[in-house]
Structure formats: structure tokens, C-alpha cells
């Protein structure tokens, strides 16, 4: 036993009466396992008090466990709880970590742990007492995980009055016995700042007279999604659990990660473990106990027009994401509704790409100054509209502009130069250089004002896929379908190699030339090589690259629209988007719409949440949303949000952004 919380019933409301007593009559009739389901705040943890009180009073033990880790009954958050109901009090049994608040991301461990602990108990009546999440996949898995996991034999579904039993069709599946009852009239989910300081009272409960320790990692296991430990600041706050096996040990808070290791605040002296767990639970800077955001070193905001209320833009084109992607700044111009325009500025070097060609005139003359190379999906009227902006842009001594894009590309660039009378201009005209991929080679023309008709140029001799090839980075696209051939792309940069200056203080290497080449050799993977070095030794590059180099991995970024649902275009673009750092992907339709979304050959929000899922993207950035949803763009990001924890939501329309 590992703790006892007091939660006392007081003067059992009339309506929680009368739900425990219908749960009473299961009872009698030889239900010994209940799930209690519902969304949040419909009274299930209260419920599960006045059932086990009641029991108590005829001399029958009361097991529960609270399955919910954000907002738990009782317990410890971030873990799921086995207690038994003794004296109006809930002594704690055992514990199984999570680290996450998180029920409906992190859904298998926690029915893992529900599974576990139900073993745990001995005769008397089992309640579950389920997590609030009751819609989509998550919740339908959810439903049948936790009522498999416990064994349960009858699911209790709270409801509240006049609205429609969540889960209907998959509580009717289960072989079990249901119950549908009312919520009392006057249960309601608490605001986020309630459940924050809730929580984290729950929380500095457990760790109340902590003491620190320092668990060193050499040899150590570690399971779940931690950050990079070349990031120390990213484990501040971190909640860790210590394992042996699957048993946990103890749950911790990280101080600090040093050289030595782990520090932690524990409620007992440092065990010894082999296993540590992290997920993304973490005492925020606010203080309180929250869920971190999934780890990107970059922030990403979206910013407003000024004027316009955030959930209702009118023609604003909605929220416009922008932030950074390792070396370059992005910016989706036009918002999640306008035409497709998303601008990255190539930092410290007054450079710029564009990925599609909507309505450009948000975009500085300066800027489109600036703009070397444009990547066009494809060449409906709003992915192309804007080239006549960037076309007067390049009006005067300018290099020619390179344009990528599906075959005809070459030729519908040369019809909207061909609309224009260019007597005055002379040489100072426009001139473009037309990359055309079709999958397997790539075609170059050259396209100048005036010209009636494209010049063929020689291929660019690059490996097939591969657009184009920098340096410090490298484009490349795959084709897909939208009942003609798009193109999608992928910004990828050459990964960072940085040289451990106190590794050379400890060698007494002084730096030089040969560090330059050392990274050369990095970068083309001749691990074999030998290189001579500043004191006369000579070492393979090997064990150079083990001793001296650190090489961050690049901040892959991949953007994709228009494009149907088909295996096909889900394969391609996984393979092109895998391990991407941020993925920009269209959304266009709800759910509900799924029809218009196949008949258009676009994209519904589940399918955009999977594709991100596969393709393991650190955060995806939705757009190219349908303006039949611009009155409540909430609901598209909700709907989002129910199939992925990776997609970046506007601030203002988080769920619990009004406490």
C-alpha cells in the first residue's frame, strides 16, 4: 500500500443517488466489473465514490482504478491507480506510469496498465473509472481496450441530459451489458486553470517530502519519447518513472541533466532500476504539471490580421502559420484558407523559396526580389495565380527564376507570358528556367518574355527525384495524384557537424583547415579515410567523427496538397515525408465530408492526421482548409487533433484555451 486519499462524498445528491443505486441493482444481480465511460464532466469519479461508499456499508470491498491520467480522481497524474475503498478513503495500491497525461495519444499503455492492475485485485466489485475521451478512433479503441483489459461485464455510459449517448455503436458491439444514465444536472468539466492546479496538487502531494538523487544513465534503458539528452533543457521538469521490468519502482521530477546524469526529486531514496520511462508530461513554466509540446527546438505560431476576431476571419484567408525549420523562417502567406503560398526565407543569405504560386501580394516586392527558385504543385488557377505577381517582380536585371513543377509546367508559364505586350522591355524582360519532373527525369526549358514558344535545355544530370542540389541542402519531390500529376516536395538540409571544442582542449588540437576537411569527409561518409592532424598524428575519420564531431540531424520540411486518398499517393508521400520535421500537408475536408472529399481528390483531415502518423513527423501543419469550415476553424482542428497529437494548433482555438 502506498498512500491513502480522502474524498469524501459529504450529503449524496439526489441524482448521484439514484445513479449508484441503478448500478446497485447490476450489482445484486452479479456484475462484478463496471466501467464507468463519458466524456469530461459527467460525474464518473463522483459516481464511483457513491458506488463504493454503498458497498462499503453492506460489508463488500470496493476496488478502482482510475484510468484517466490527465485529470485522475485520485492517484498520481501521469499514471493509472489501483486503489480500494476502506473508511471514506481511497488507499492507494500500486501504480502503473505512463508519464503522459495524454489517454487518448498514449491509448495501448494505457490500457496496458488497466490490464495490469486489474490482476491486482482481490474479491470484491472492480470499477474502472475511464478516461473523458468518447469520440473518434481514440475513443472507440479506448471503449473496447479498457473493457477487454478489466474483463468487465457491464459499461456504465453517463450522458448528459439531451445530448446523444457517445459511442453508441461500439458500446452495442461489446458482449456485454450496458447502461445508459443521465449526468446530474449540474456536473461539468472544471476550466483548464482548475484542473491545472488540481492536478498539480495531486502531484506535489506524492512528491511532498521529496528528497534528491542522481541517477546515472550508463547502461540505463529508456523507454517511452525523451527528448534529446544533447538538450538539457528540454528534461527540466520531465516526470520520469523508475521501472523494474513493468513494475514501477517510483515516480520522480527531473531537476537537471548534467554530466553526472539524471537529478531527480523522489519521494523515497534512489532504488535501484534499470528501466527509465519519459513521455511528455512536465511541470511547465508556469508551474503546473502539463503536457510538453512534442520536442522541436523552433517555435510556431500563427499570426492574425489585424482587426478580425480568430474565429471568424471572413476572406482573411484564417490563421497564417509562421515560425522557423531549422535554417530557413516559413510562412503560409495566405493562411490555412487562402491560396496555397508558403514562403521560406533562407536566413543570412537574402534568399528566398516559394512553394506554390497563389495570390502573392502579401509577399514585399523586396522580397520577391529575392526569390530564386518556386515549386508548384501544380497548375490550377489558385497554385498559380500569383505568377503574374512574380512575373512584374522580375521585370529588370534579374537572373533567371527556376520554376519546378509537372510536366506542361513549361507550357502554361509560357501562355501567361504570351498574354502580356512586352514591346518596351527589350533584354530586360523576365527570364525563367522551367524544371518539368515526371516522376522518372527531369526536363529543363527555358521560358523568356516575348518568346513565342520554350526553349529545351540540357537535363540537369541529377538522380531522379532530386530537383535540386545545393551545399546546404536539397530539394527533392515525388508525384502524385489529383486525377492529373502533382508534385510534392521535400526541403531537406544537409545535417549540422559541429566540432566539440572541449574534445580538442582535452587532444590540444588546435583548430585549423583540417577541421574543414574532417567535415568534408563527414559529409560524404568516408569513414575509412585517414587525415593528418595538427600535432603529426594520423587517425581514420571514424574515429575522429567518435571523439571530436556532433552531427545534428536536419530539419527535414515536406509540403504536399491536392492530392486524393488512394494507397498509392499514401505510400509516395510517407517514403518522401519520413522523419520530417514538419510536415505541411492539406486538410482539405471534414470527416463528415469524406464524399465531396473524394469525388474533389483531396485529402479529409483523418487521412491527413495518418499520413503525418506513418510518415512520424515531429509536428504537422494543416492547410488548404475548404471555406465552407471558415466560420469555426476550431472544428477542423479539433477533428485533427482526435487522430494526432503532431498537429500544430492555433492558440486561440485550443480546446482549453478559456478556463
Same mark, same amino acid.
Given at each position: ?35 464507468l ?39 498520481v ?10 473508511a ?12 503522459s ?45 479498457l ?8 459499461v ?11 459511442l ?81 519502482v ?69 490563421p ?64 498559380i495565380a ?27 508559364i509560357t ?40 526553349? =529545351? &535545355? +540540357?537535363d540537369?544530370? *541529377?538522380?531522379? !527525384?532530386t530537383? /535540386? %542540389? @545545393?551545399?546546404?541542402?536539397?530539394? #527533392? ?25 572541449? =574534445? &580538442? +582542449?582535452?587532444?590540444? *588540437?588546435?583548430? !585549423?583547415?583540417? /577541421? %574543414? @576537411?574532417?567535415?568534408?569527409?563527414? #559529409? ?6 585517414v ?5 603529426g ?18 530539419k ?13 499517393? #499514401? ?8 522523419g ?14 469524406v464524399?465531396?472529399a473524394?469525388?474533389?481528390?483531396h ?25 465552407r ?10 477533428e485533427?487533433?482526435t ?17
Amino acid at each position: 500500500m502506498i498512500g491513502s486519499v480522502t474524498m469524501n462524498a459529504g450529503e449524496m445528491d439526489p441524482a448521484t443517488a439514484r445513479q449508484a443505486a441503478a448500478v446497485a441493482d447490476h450489482i445484486r444481480g452479479g456484475t462484478r466489473r463496471i466501467l464507468l465511460a463519458g466524456q469530461a464532466g459527467v460525474g464518473k469519479s463522483t459516481l464511483a465514490v457513491a458506488v463504493a461508499d454503498e458497498l462499503g456499508r453492506n460489508g463488500e470491498t470496493c476496488w478502482c482504478i482510475s484510468a484517466d491520467p490527465g485529470t485522475p480522481g485520485f492517484g498520481v497524474p501521469g499514471t493509472v491507480t489501483l486503489a480500494a475503498r476502506r473508511a471514506a478513503q481511497w488507499e492507494l495500491i500500486e501504480l502503473y506510469a505512463l508519464c503522459s497525461l495524454d489517454a487518448g495519444r498514449f491509448r495501448l499503455p494505457l490500457v496496458s496498465g488497466v490490464a495490469r492492475l486489474a490482476q491486482q485485485t482481490g474479491a470484491g466489485v472492480l470499477l474502472v473509472d475511464g478516461p473523458g475521451v468518447v469520440r473518434g478512433v481514440a475513443g472507440a479503441e479506448l471503449l473496447h481496450g479498457l473493457a477487454s483489459a478489466a474483463a468487465v461485464d457491464l459499461v456504465v455510459m453517463l450522458v448528459h441530459p439531451g445530448r446523444t449517448a457517445p459511442l453508441a455503436a461500439e458500446t452495442g458491439a461489446l458482449p456485454i451489458a450496458s447502461l445508459t444514465l443521465p449526468a446530474v444536472p449540474h456536473a461539468s468539466r472544471p476550466g483548464k486553470r482548475r484542473r491545472d492546479r488540481q492536478r498539480t496538487q495531486q502531484w506535489d502531494a506524492y512528491l511532498a517530502g521529496s528528497r534528491e538523487g542522481t541517477l546515472r544513465l550508463d547502461g540505463l534503458r529508456m523507454l517511452g519519447t525523451p527528448p534529446p539528452l544533447s538538450v538539457a533543457s528540454a528534461w527540466q521538469g520531465r516526470q520520469v518513472a523508475l521501472l523494474n521490468g513493468d513494475h514501477t519502482v517510483a515516480m520522480g521530477e527531473v531537476v537537471a541533466l548534467d554530466r553526472a546524469g539524471l537529478r531527480l526529486r523522489l519521494p523515497a531514496p534512489l532504488p535501484e532500476v534499470t528501466t527509465i520511462l519519459v513521455r511528455d508530461a512536465q511541470r511547465l513554466a508556469a508551474g503546473h504539471l502539463g503536457t510538453a509540446p512534442p520536442f522541436v527546438s523552433e517555435p510556431l505560431e500563427y499570426r492574425q490580421r489585424r482587426g478580425l476576431s480568430p474565429l471568424h476571419r471572413g476572406g482573411a484567408g484564417g490563421p497564417r502559420p509562421a515560425g522557423r525549420v531549422g535554417m530557413v523562417d516559413v510562412c503560409l502567406l495566405n493562411g490555412v484558407f487562402g491560396d496555397p503560398l508558403l514562403h521560406l526565407r533562407l536566413r543570412n543569405q537574402r534568399r528566398s523559396l516559394l512553394f506554390d504560386l497563389g495570390e502573392g501580394s502579401r509577399l514585399p516586392a523586396r522580397v520577391a526580389h529575392q526569390v530564386t527558385d518556386v515549386f508548384i504543385t501544380h497548375a490550377h488557377v489558385d497554385h498559380i495565380a500569383g505568377f503574374l505577381w512574380l512575373l512584374r517582380s522580375r521585370i529588370g536585371d534579374y537572373p533567371p527564376c527556376r520554376l519546378y513543377g509537372p510536366p506542361g509546367l513549361a507550357g502554361h508559364i509560357t501562355g501567361l507570358t504570351r498574354g502580356i505586350l512586352w514591346d518596351r522591355l527589350h533584354d530586360d524582360g523576365p527570364v525563367f528556367e522551367v524544371h518539368e519532373y515526371d516522376g522518372e527525369r527531369t526536363r529543363r526549358f527555358r521560358v523568356r518574355s516575348g518568346q513565342p514558344a520554350p526553349e =529545351a &535545355l +540540357r537535363d540537369s544530370g *541529377l538522380a531522379a !527525384g532530386t530537383l /535540386l %542540389a @545545393e551545399a546546404d541542402f536539397r530539394l #527533392r519531390a515525388t508525384v502524385l495524384s489529383h486525377r492529373s500529376p502533382v508534385l510534392a516536395f521535400a526541403f531537406e538540409p544537409a545535417p549540422t557537424i559541429n566540432i566539440r571544442k572541449d =574534445a &580538442l +582542449r582535452t587532444r590540444r *588540437l588546435k583548430p !585549423g583547415p583540417w /577541421l %574543414a @576537411e574532417l567535415k568534408r569527409h563527414v #559529409r560524404s561518409g568516408g569513414d575509412a579515410a585517414v587525415l593528418e592532424l595538427p600535432d603529426g598524428n594520423r587517425e581514420t575519420i571514424a574515429a575522429l567523427i567518435a571523439e571530436l564531431v556532433v552531427v545534428s540531424p536536419a530539419k527535414k520540411l515536406v509540403y504536399a496538397t491536392d492530392f486524393a486518398d488512394t494507397a498509392d499517393n #499514401r505510400e509516395r508521400l510517407v517514403r518522401l515525408a519520413r522523419g520530417a520535421h514538419t510536415l505541411f500537408c492539406e486538410a482539405t475536408f471534414r470527416c463528415r465530408d469524406v464524399e465531396r472529399a473524394v469525388r474533389t481528390a483531396h485529402l479529409t483531415t483523418r487521412a491527413c492526421a495518418e499520413i503525418a502518423e506513418l510518415a512520424g513527423a515531429a509536428r504537422l501543419v494543416p492547410f488548404h482548409f475548404s471555406r465552407r469550415y471558415e466560420d469555426d476553424p476550431a472544428a477542423v482542428y479539433r477533428e485533427l487533433s482526435t487522430f494526432t497529437g503532431r498537429v500544430v494548433v492555433p492558440a486561440e482555438l485550443e480546446p482549453d484555451a478559456v478556463a
